[in-house]
């Protein structure tokens, strides 16, 4: 009989990413990571599956430590993808110390007729992104290199003097810094890592530089004649004030001046050409307008609609459909958003929210029309279509649910039953059961807010005399209802849904009940929804998440003794304002929170106006006094609550500086607090960290929880026996 899930399941997952399939449709790639052996990391490699169910899916290649992005060559003979494997297959004495390199992920080519796969590429700067030819002759590459090779890199970089020798000071460290947005949660100081595009030959693997932009490329396509390239950048002179990213296409030869096709205040990213090379999709749209919902959109490729504010056309916006949207989900990752023509150019798809679920549509790009393609209590990440001609087409995705880790399925056409090609832990899930939440509507201020209740394993009651913590079942005819969580998520502008919750399924399998819901701010709901936590982070949202505790109260669900809330980034900041502002909770986690907007808006890769001007209407700076008002910090000397704040030491989205102004004030005050620092991990902790913190931070989320809710303890738990500076 299946079991409920434990933290160290975590280690066994194998979690599917970016899939994409071979030209003529026959089978498809994507990227597969598990967790390394010493569980300080995660290995990445290629698999493959035939897409007519023929055969089990493989692994493609070793990945030794990271192989991922399969791309086929246009006629299917070749996969591309990005690898690390030269640090630990290639020996380069010249290339210096392994610890400094920064060249170490390149483009490999794999025949797939049989053969090892070899490095193509060897940009000094290691390769972020890469685009085939129509052709097949040549690649698109995005690099920071600034020379094609290392020695040229090195000179133009102002690093081709000699080595300090033995006894002389080392070189200077210094960053000096002219601009912002010199920082990136989880890569840390990217100022001098501006990527460019560079084109190189596949027979040779010589590499040309294509463009120079100030502001750095992110996103390209080639034209179907492969004669033109379009990407996207941001144009103003002040880029890095004012958030911008427009289209831009280019010679793919380098001769002649590059076309700007959008205005200045457009927003669009992930371009990709139409077959008849006139017309250019992305997704985005223009300021103010779209700053809140991005649109697919057809912009004319040879510059005439540049001189318009809002130039092109918008075709998903009269649908108020949200592409682009964040679903949370602590161990399917979130892929970027793309659009994918059908052979035909008639039909654009895409993925886009509805009622928590993540469905794929597709949208007439003559007219306008809308079909949604997929319907379930599901998440679909990511997907791919190739066109078999004659007007059939074939779409892979990747499927999720609050359920299911994602496998692969497929279909031709547009209807009809998908198949199924993959079943990645189907050992992992013959021993391992995770529970289907209950979804729940109730309305707040005449708006619709849509929730979900995951029951605990058993019923819970208090047993305060073993100290425990662990949940057992109340004896036959009881009936107070269990302890509940309510969990919120960040963003604010992300959402929840059918997707799985990690964290979620172990507070459940302890006993404990969890509420999970899209307040107002969340996507996928339309923009008037989205838009409608502007200038209301707190009061709002709060009486949202609220209604939802209150109804499962009512409804004895939930016990009103034993209730605990918790949240990460935004989530952290509503569970700050929450217990400001009401004492009904007897335990609270925050999680990598904001407890200071001002410092918020002003510190780490989120400091520039552009957002407080959208989301609050003035910038920091020119009404301090406000910011300051909605601060939860402002409110925290009425906090009670029990409260454990979390917080890794490199987060750079929400500094750490939070956390610790908010356990200092709470401390000062005598109050039930304690701090939990994490070190070297990010603001991804809980989705993206070193598998053994993640696992480790599972296992404090349910013992503070189970320790005041289900155990019925007052004060703050016992440290744990095994733990840092002990």
């Known amino acids: 009989m299946p079991r409920p899930f434990r933290p160290d399941d975590l280690y066994r997952f194998r979690v599917a990413t970016d899939p994409r399939l071979s030209p003529s449709g026959d089978r498809a790639v994507f990227t597969v990571q598990t967790v390394a052996p010493a569980k300080d990391g995660y290995r990445h490699a290629i698999w493959t599956v035939p897409t007519d169910g023929s055969g089990e899916a493989r692994r493609l290649t070793i990945g030794t430590r990271n192989d991922t992005a399969g791309r086929f060559s246009p006629d299917g003979r070749t996969l591309a993808f990005l690898s690390d494997r030269r640090m630990q297959v290639e020996e380069e004495p010249e290339a210096g110390d392994p610890k400094k390199r920064e060249d170490a992920q390149q ?10 796969a070899r490095r193509l590429t060897d940009l000094p700067r290691g390769v972020g992104a890469f685009w085939w030819s129509p052709d097949g002759t040549r690649i698109l590459v995005s690099t920071a290199s600034r020379g094609s090779s290392r020695d040229e890199d090195r000179k133009l970089r102002g690093l081709a003097g000699a080595s300090p020798k033995p006894g002389d000071a080392p070189e200077s460290d210094y960053h000096f810094v002219d601009r912002l947005g010199y920082l990136a949660n989880g890569a840390g100081f990217v100022y001098h890592m501006k990527a460019q ?14 463009t120079d932009e100030p ?8 034209s179907p004649d492969g004669k033109r390239i379009a990407y996207v950048t941001n144009l103003r002179r002040d880029h890095d004030i004012e958030f911008r990213s427009h289209l831009v296409v280019v010679n793919a030869d380098g001769a002649g001046r590059r076309t700007r096709l959008t205005g200045d205040r457009a927003v669009f990213v992930e371009p990709v050409w139409l077959p008849d090379g006139e017309r250019i999709a992305a997704i985005g749209g223009y300021l103010p307008d779209n700053f809140y919902r991005f649109d697919a959109w057809l912009i004319a490729a ?7 504010p809002a130039g092109g056309r918008n075709l998903t916006g009269e649908h108020d459909l949200m592409l682009a949207s964040s679903m949370n989900s602590d161990i399917v990752p979130g892929e970027t958003a793309r659009l994918v023509p059908s052979g035909d150019g008639r039909w654009l798809t895409f993925l886009a929210p509805v009622e928590g679920a993540m469905d794929l549509f597709r949208v007439a790009t003559a007219d306008g029309s809308v079909e949604r393609l997929t319907n379930g209590r599901h998440a ?14 074939r779409t892979a995705w990747l499927r999720s649910s609050a359920t299911e880790l994602s496998d692969l399925w497929v279909r031709d056409g547009t209807s009809g039953a998908p198949r199924r090609l993959t079943e990645l832990n189907r050992e992992v899930f013959a021993e391992v059961e995770l529970s289907e939440p209950v979804e729940r509507w109730l309305e707040v ?4 807010i849509q929730g979900w209740y995951l029951a605990p394993a058993g019923p819970a009651e208090t047993d305060s005399s073993n100290g425990t913590g662990r ?10 209802p269990a302890p509940l969580v309510t969990e919120i998520h960040g963003g604010p502008h992300t959402l929840y849904g059918w997707s799985p919750m990690l964290e979620f399924q172990l507070l459940a399998a302890s006993g404990i009940g969890v509420y999970f819901s899209n307040p107002r701010g969340s996507e996928g709901y339309g923009r008037a929804f989205n838009e409608a936590n502007i200038r209301d982070w707190g009061p709002g949202p709060m009486r949202d998440v609220l209604a939802g505790v209150d109804a499962l109260v009512a409804d004895r669900l939930a016990d009103p003794d034993r209730l605990g809330v918790t949240g990460g980034s935004y989530g952290g900041y509503l569970t700050n304002w929450i217990l400001g502002h009401d004492d009904r909770f007897a335990a609270a986690m925050t ?13 780490g890769d989120i400091a520039q106006g552009f957002w407080s001007r959208y989301e609050f209407g003035v910038e920091p700076w020119d009404d301090p006094a406000y910011f300051r008002e909605i601060s939860p910090i402002a409110y925290a000397d009425r906090i009670h609550t029990p409260l454990l704040i979390q917080h890794s030491e490199n987060d750079i989205r929400t500094t750490v500086g939070q956390a610790e102004a908010l356990f200092t004030l709470l401390r000062s005050k005598k109050r039930p607090v304690r701090l939990l620092r994490v070190p070297e991990e990010t603001h991804e902790l809980t989705r993206s960290g070193t598998p053994f913190r993640r696992v480790e931070n599972l296992n404090v989320v349910r013992d503070w929880f189970t320790h005041f809710l289900v155990a019925g303890k007052r004060g703050l738990p016992s440290l744990p026996k095994v733990r840092a500076g002990r």
């Open 107 to 116: 483009i490999h080519l794999l025949p797939l007729d049989g053969g090892e």
């Open 197 to 210: 595009l560079w084109i190189v030959d596949v027979s040779t693997g010589a590499a040309r530089r294509l």
């Open 215 to 222: 502001a750095g490329v992110d996103g390209a396509a080639w």
């Open 302 to 308: 040879d510059g005439s609609d540049a001189s318009a």
């Open 380 to 393: 679909i990440p990511a997907f791919d279509q190739v066109d078999l001609g004659r007007g059939r087409s």
């Open 445 to 448: 201020e005449g708006r619709r």
């Open 471 to 480: 949940p057992r079942r109340a004896k036959a005819g009881t009936t107070r």
């Open 591 to 603: 999680c990598r929170s904001v407890s200071d907007m001002w410092t918020l808006m002003m510190t």
